[in-house]
């Protein structure tokens, strides 16, 4: 962890603004491992630091925690069902951070779900204004016809208005069924099942490939892996967001 000026430490760990900060630390009222620091400038790793105003503590910033699920089915993407089902939750017991999942998958879809402690990148990335790119495989009964297809290619009207273009192509046809890749950049509520219902086919299985350019390359179902500092600084790149 890089280390930081203590008045920075103090005010990202929500104790005062910088400036008040510097007063306190002026006013000899902060100590660092035991020790009062006097003087402005000096630095110090926030974490690992016992960092303490008027004897008092400080909670450490918290450290952004990035997670790639592969959710199977049968887990609810919130924190907590109140009719006690599994979430994904129970699939990152082992990381002891608070984390989110970012947006949801169906119970029944499984696929790519990001989780992730940062409330701004977590907003940004659902936010319409930029338009994640989310690709799923879905393998859908009933006439699959490539005219049917164009109408999710153009937009089809769901209850909650008209979707915006999606890309859709066959991977694979038989008699009955087709799979069938669809990339949105939309995130309503069972998207895609409702656009293919629209036009008349049924999804009988459904998984999220890739969402916002990640892919689920080596994570096996019900398993996940922490993002590199690489790709949470390409997601921040992606949506204009400041870390
Ligand atoms: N569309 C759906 O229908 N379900 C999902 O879980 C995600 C997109």
Do not use: W
């Not at 630390?25 to 100590?31: D, E, H, K, S, W």
């Amino acid at each position: 962890m890089a280390e930081e000026r203590l008045q920075k430490i103090l005010s990202k760990a929500g104790v005062a603004s910088r400036r008040t900060a510097e007063a306190m630390i002026l006013a000899g009222r902060v100590t660092v491992n035991g020790e009062k620091i006097l003087t402005l400038g000096q630095k110090f790793d926030g974490i690992t630091c016992k960092i303490a105003v008027d004897g008092r503590p400080i909670s450490a910033p918290e450290k952004h925690i990035y997670v790639l699920l592969n959710k199977p089915k049968g887990y609810v993407s919130t924190v907590k069902d109140e009719r006690g089902r599994p979430t994904v939750l129970d699939l990152v017991k082992d990381i002891a951070a608070r984390i989110y999942p970012v947006g949801r998958l169906d119970r029944n879809t499984e696929g790519l779900i990001l989780m992730t402690n940062d409330g701004a990148l977590m907003n940004a990335l659902l936010h319409p204004k930029y338009a994640t790119e989310k690709k799923y495989v879905a393998k859908v009964s009933g006439d699959v016809r490539e005219e049917r297809l164009d109408k999710l290619r153009i937009g089809v009207s769901l209850e909650d208005g008209i979707t915006t273009p999606a890309k859709v192509r066959v991977l694979e046809r038989e008699a009955e069924e087709a799979r069938v890749e669809i990339i949105l950049r939309e995130g309503r509520n069972r998207q895609v099942r409702r656009m293919f219902a629209a036009i008349g086919c049924d999804v009988v299985s459904l998984k999220r490939v890739e969402f916002a350019g990640l892919n689920l390359q080596g994570v096996k179902r019900g398993q996940y892996r922490l993002l590199t500092k690489e790709e949470v600084a390409y997601l921040y790149r992606l949506t204009g967001t400041r870390a």
